[in-house]
């Protein structure tokens, strides 16, 4: 499957969510929640930009590392 035909299969089926940190601007990432075992990503600015999918693992160590 090519990057671009997976960022549209996710994007169509994703429930993407912004975080309420971002105060309502544009300049923020969408996380989708809905993707067993995955932790898509994109930019908020580009909806229909590509997305970055990490596993949920990954996207867990990360957020931990943050913190």
């Not at 035909?5 to 912004?18: E, L, Y």
């Not at 975080?19 to 600015?45: F, M, T």
Request: aromatic letters at 8%.
């Amino acid at each position: 499957m090519s990057h671009e035909t997976f960022s549209r299969a996710i994007t169509h089926t994703a429930i993407w969510r912004r975080s309420s940190y971002s105060g309502g601007q544009g300049d923020c990432l969408e996380l989708a929640h809905n993707i067993p075992a995955l932790a898509p990503v994109r930019d908020s600015k580009n909806p229909t930009g590509p997305v970055i999918a990490f596993g949920r693992s990954a996207w867990g160590a990360f957020l931990a590392r943050l913190r």
